[in-house]
Nanobody, 125 residues
């Protein structure tokens, strides 16, 4: 069974940085495209970033472009989300998700079968 475990969330003042990690177990990590999504209180879950099985395929939401970097380390079965210049509106629960073989649009949550439990990110003003 594929399991995803996120870590790295926490509290940070506006302008600060956080690095989220997501470790995948139970399957061959390199077969999956990986995505990060977030959900703020009272809002729908939204796309943040995704990286394909190929390191050259990367997407960012417009709201985080230029402030966020996604990366993966297939040797460690881990995907990362480096977040800089954080804003209060970045406050949310952040989820990583796995898409087997990278099928379909990577910005669409419905194309991801496996999800982590989420990690809380709180940015204070």
């Amino acid at each position: 069974q594929v399991q995803l475990v996120e870590s790295g969330g926490g509290w940070v003042p506006a302008g600060g940085s956080l690095r989220l990690s997501c470790v995948v177990s139970g399957s061959t990590f390199s077969l999956y495209a990986m995505g990060w999504f977030r959900q703020a209180p009272g809002k729908e879950r939204e796309f943040v970033s995704a990286i394909g099985r190929s390191y050259s395929v990367i997407y960012y939401a417009d709201s985080v472009k230029g402030r966020v970097t996604i990366s993966r380390d297939n040797a460690k079965n881990t995907v990362y989300l480096q977040m800089n210049s954080l804003k209060p509106e970045d406050t949310a629960i952040y989820y990583c998700a796995a898409n087997f073989l990278g099928l379909g649009a990577l910005m669409t949550s419905a194309n991801y079968r496996y999800w982590g439990q989420g990690t809380q990110v709180t940015v204070s003003s």
